[in-house]
DNA sequence: GCGTCGATCTAC
DNA sequence: TAGATCGACGCG
């Protein structure tokens, strides 16, 4: 199982190092665990496709709190996305995982891992029944591209943030 | 309080 | 290409 300080680095970092390991969730006994194949990383208030991009809110303040806390929110009118928070306690980020292995869509996800509201807040292990383990092979080539939907992000629109393995 | 719109997905 | 569907956000 990957520790928290994994993910006391910079998000873009972290959302390159997360592929290729193993997205885990366990819920009512039913053990689900898929590869991860695309990541997107989300700045601090300055990153302006981030939600730290308006400081801290209700909604968005998690994204300063503990690396590896689960961060979850609700779009759209239908969707969860599943983030997960990183850097130092008190400086914003967080990598959204966007792709497992045989599945497209980060609301797609969510859906098939059972992941919701409930989680948002929540640090990743036993406890919360979501995890990430190790990969096996590193051998893989990333492709970097743009992220998805944040058009109305300026410059930011531009950063190559978003990894997606091979 | 109220209007706007989104880190999306699906069907037409 | 638009409709679903709702809560966060920002303005007043």
Redesign the pocket.
């Known amino acids: 199982m990957i520790r928290p300080d994994f993910f006391e680095r910079d998000s873009v970092i972290v959302a390159k190092d997360l592929l290729g390991n193993f997205l885990v969730r366990k819920t009512q006994g039913e053990t689900l665990r898929y590869k991860i194949i695309e990541t997107?990383a989300?700045g601090d208030s300055k990153d302006l496709?981030?939600?730290?991009?308006?400081?801290q809110?209700?909604?968005?303040k998690i994204?300063w709190d503990h690396p590896g806390t689960i961060?979850v929110?609700?779009?759209?009118?239908?969707?969860y996305?599943l983030?997960i928070v990183t850097g130092k306690k008190g400086i914003a980020g967080?990598?959204?995982i966007?792709g497992i292995e045989g599945c497209?869509?980060?609301?797609?996800?969510t859906k098939k891992l059972f992941i919701d509201k409930k989680l948002n807040g929540r640090l990743l292990g036993k406890k919360s029944g979501l995890w990430i383990e190790k990969g096996d092979d590193k051998r893989f080539k990333i492709l970097t591209t743009p992220?998805?939907?944040?058009d109305?992000?300026g410059e930011w629109a531009k950063k190559l943030h978003r990894f997606v393995l091979q």
Request: glycine share 12%; net charge positive; proline share 2%.
């Open positions: 997107e989300y496709a981030s939600h730290a991009r308006h400081g809110t209700a909604r968005t994204m961060y929110y609700f779009t759209y009118g239908m969707h996305m983030n967080a990598v959204l966007r497209v869509g980060p609301g797609r996800l992220r998805i939907g944040i109305y992000s």
